[in-house]
Protein backbone atom coordinates (compact mmCIF):
# COMPACT_ATOMS: atom_id res chain seq x y z
CA UNK A 1 0.00 0.00 0.00
CA UNK A 2 1.25 3.83 -0.59
CA UNK A 3 0.48 6.25 1.36
CA UNK A 4 -1.31 9.51 -0.09
CA UNK A 5 0.64 10.87 2.72
CA UNK A 6 2.31 10.70 6.07
CA UNK A 7 1.74 13.80 8.42
CA UNK A 8 4.59 14.93 10.30
CA UNK A 9 4.55 14.46 13.88
CA UNK A 10 6.94 15.74 16.55
CA UNK A 11 7.48 13.28 19.14
CA UNK A 12 6.54 16.17 22.14
CA UNK A 13 3.56 15.98 20.27
CA UNK A 14 1.95 12.91 21.69
CA UNK A 15 2.63 14.13 25.00
CA UNK A 16 0.89 17.25 24.54
CA UNK A 17 -1.94 15.43 22.94
CA UNK A 18 -2.16 12.89 25.74
CA UNK A 19 -2.52 16.18 28.20
CA UNK A 20 -5.10 17.53 26.04
CA UNK A 21 -7.07 14.16 26.48
CA UNK A 22 -6.42 13.24 30.07
CA UNK A 23 -7.52 17.29 31.25
CA UNK A 24 -10.66 16.93 28.89
CA UNK A 25 -9.27 19.67 26.36
CA UNK A 26 -9.63 18.51 23.26
CA UNK A 27 -10.59 21.55 21.73
CA UNK A 28 -12.11 25.11 22.63
CA UNK A 29 -10.09 27.30 24.96
CA UNK A 30 -7.80 24.74 26.95
CA UNK A 31 -4.12 26.26 27.93
CA UNK A 32 -2.72 24.78 24.43
CA UNK A 33 -4.92 27.30 22.35
CA UNK A 34 -3.97 30.40 24.76
CA UNK A 35 -0.85 29.62 24.48
CA UNK A 36 -0.95 29.55 20.82
CA UNK A 37 -3.23 32.87 21.19
CA UNK A 38 -0.27 34.81 23.04
CA UNK A 39 1.94 33.48 20.89
CA UNK A 40 0.47 34.91 17.89
CA UNK A 41 -0.07 38.42 19.74
CA UNK A 42 3.57 38.57 20.32
CA UNK A 43 4.78 37.28 16.98
CA UNK A 44 2.36 40.04 15.34
CA UNK A 45 1.73 42.87 17.40
CA UNK A 46 -2.19 41.93 17.47
CA UNK A 47 -4.09 43.31 20.65
CA UNK A 48 -5.94 39.88 20.75
CA UNK A 49 -5.57 36.65 18.80
CA UNK A 50 -8.74 34.94 18.63
CA UNK A 51 -8.38 31.29 17.30
CA UNK A 52 -11.81 29.71 15.56
CA UNK A 53 -12.21 25.57 15.11
CA UNK A 54 -12.20 26.05 11.20
CA UNK A 55 -12.14 28.23 8.35
CA UNK A 56 -16.37 27.96 8.14
CA UNK A 57 -16.17 29.61 11.26
CA UNK A 58 -13.37 31.96 10.95
CA UNK A 59 -15.47 33.40 7.81
CA UNK A 60 -18.71 33.13 9.74
CA UNK A 61 -16.47 35.43 12.21
CA UNK A 62 -15.71 37.73 9.46
CA UNK A 63 -18.89 38.00 7.91
CA UNK A 64 -20.11 38.96 11.21
CA UNK A 65 -17.51 41.98 11.72
CA UNK A 66 -18.00 43.12 8.40
CA UNK A 67 -19.40 46.65 9.74
CA UNK A 68 -21.44 47.65 7.03
CA UNK A 69 -22.82 44.24 5.62
CA UNK A 70 -26.51 43.99 5.62
CA UNK A 71 -28.75 41.88 3.51
CA UNK A 72 -28.89 42.92 -0.31
CA UNK A 73 -25.34 43.44 -0.32
CA UNK A 74 -23.04 41.72 -2.49
CA UNK A 75 -19.70 39.80 -2.09
CA UNK A 76 -17.27 38.23 -5.30
CA UNK A 77 -16.10 35.25 -4.47
CA UNK A 78 -14.70 32.57 -6.72
CA UNK A 79 -16.80 30.51 -9.05
CA UNK A 80 -14.86 27.36 -7.81
CA UNK A 81 -15.88 27.50 -4.22
CA UNK A 82 -16.58 25.54 -1.05
CA UNK A 83 -20.63 25.97 -0.21
CA UNK A 84 -19.17 27.77 3.33
CA UNK A 85 -17.20 30.69 1.99
CA UNK A 86 -20.83 31.48 0.68
CA UNK A 87 -22.56 30.60 3.50
CA UNK A 88 -20.86 32.48 6.09
CA UNK A 89 -22.19 35.56 3.56
CA UNK A 90 -25.61 34.24 3.15
CA UNK A 91 -26.82 33.46 6.40
CA UNK A 92 -25.93 37.99 6.79
CA UNK A 93 -28.55 38.21 3.81
CA UNK A 94 -25.46 39.15 1.55
CA UNK A 95 -25.53 37.83 -2.23
CA UNK A 96 -22.58 36.13 -3.48
CA UNK A 97 -21.34 36.98 -6.70
CA UNK A 98 -19.65 34.56 -8.55
CA UNK A 99 -16.50 35.48 -10.63
CA UNK A 100 -14.88 32.64 -12.83
CA UNK A 101 -11.31 31.20 -12.30
CA UNK A 102 -7.80 31.09 -13.88
CA UNK A 103 -7.34 27.22 -15.62
CA UNK A 104 -3.58 27.61 -14.31
CA UNK A 105 -4.51 28.63 -10.63
CA UNK A 106 -7.68 27.73 -10.16
CA UNK A 107 -8.16 30.90 -8.05
CA UNK A 108 -10.23 32.93 -8.88
CA UNK A 109 -9.62 35.35 -11.94
CA UNK A 110 -8.20 38.92 -11.04
CA UNK A 111 -9.03 39.85 -14.39
CA UNK A 112 -12.91 39.47 -14.09
CA UNK A 113 -13.15 41.15 -10.49
CA UNK A 114 -13.55 44.66 -11.34
CA UNK A 115 -16.14 44.37 -13.40
CA UNK A 116 -18.65 42.40 -11.04
CA UNK A 117 -17.72 45.30 -8.76
CA UNK A 118 -21.43 47.28 -8.27
CA UNK A 119 -22.63 50.03 -5.65
CA UNK A 120 -24.18 47.12 -3.56
CA UNK A 121 -20.42 45.26 -3.50
CA UNK A 122 -19.10 45.37 0.27
CA UNK A 123 -16.47 42.75 -0.23
CA UNK A 124 -14.13 40.57 -1.99
CA UNK A 125 -13.14 36.61 -0.82
CA UNK A 126 -10.39 35.30 -2.62
CA UNK A 127 -10.18 31.75 -1.90
CA UNK A 128 -6.65 30.46 -1.84
CA UNK A 129 -6.74 27.23 -3.67
CA UNK A 130 -4.23 23.79 -3.69
CA UNK A 131 -1.69 25.72 -2.00
CA UNK A 132 -1.80 28.01 -4.83
CA UNK A 133 -2.05 31.90 -3.55
CA UNK A 134 -4.42 34.05 -5.05
CA UNK A 135 -3.05 37.15 -6.81
CA UNK A 136 -3.11 39.76 -3.77
CA UNK A 137 -1.70 42.12 -4.96
CA UNK A 138 -4.16 42.96 -7.90
CA UNK A 139 -7.40 42.20 -5.50
CA UNK A 140 -5.97 44.79 -2.57
CA UNK A 141 -5.58 47.28 -5.31
CA UNK A 142 -9.11 47.02 -6.55
CA UNK A 143 -10.59 46.62 -3.00
CA UNK A 144 -8.95 49.78 -2.46
CA UNK A 145 -9.80 51.75 -5.21
CA UNK A 146 -13.59 50.61 -4.30
CA UNK A 147 -13.60 50.46 -0.58
CA UNK A 148 -14.38 47.04 -0.26
CA UNK A 149 -13.40 44.48 2.74
CA UNK A 150 -11.25 41.57 1.51
CA UNK A 151 -11.53 37.92 3.72
CA UNK A 152 -9.31 35.38 2.44
CA UNK A 153 -9.95 32.01 2.65
CA UNK A 154 -7.03 30.00 3.01
CA UNK A 155 -8.32 26.88 4.27
CA UNK A 156 -7.02 25.17 1.27
CA UNK A 157 -4.22 27.34 0.71
Request: some cysteine; aromatic content about 6%.
Given at each position: ????N??????????????????????G??????????????????A??????????????????LP????????I????N??????????????????????????????????????????????????V?????????????????????????
Open positions: MINFVPPCAEKAYDYIRECVKNQKICDGPFTKMCSRWIEEKTGTKCLLTTSCTHATEMAALLDLEPGDEVMPSFFVSAADAFVLRGAVPVFVDIRPDTMNIDENLIEVAVTKRTKAIVPVHYAGSCEMDAIMDIARRHGLAVVEDAAQG
